[in-house]
């Protein structure tokens, strides 16, 4: 009879003897999972459906807003010109960036709502017809 292989490390069992370790991947990645399911029906308040997209574009507003008092110094004061002109734009533009980005940010949030509120319709009437 032959010998089953010894391992690299020289213990006695082969690899295919050790036992297999579960792994929790598959429901882990579901309960990770950001998206809702269709079946669950609780109602979310407009706070916490907004509530990403309005903290984005009020840090953008405030942003664009400190931008904008950096480049009007840079009119008015003369002894660091320099910096005020090279920063100042740079708050413009980061801040007018997440502005516009939380602005987009809200249709697509409500598109989204209809399609679910349109799924959960759907799948309500394939339920009461094929469940019969």
Known sequence: MENPPKSPDGSEKSPQSKELIPSNTGSTLCMSSRSESVWTSTSRSKWDIYHKPVIVVSVGAAIFLFGVVITSLSCFLTKNKKVYKMSGPAFLSLGLMLLVCGLVWIPIIRKKQKQRQKS?????????????
């Open 120 to 132: 959960q319709f759907l799948q309500s009437l394939k339920s009461f017809f094929f469940n019969r």
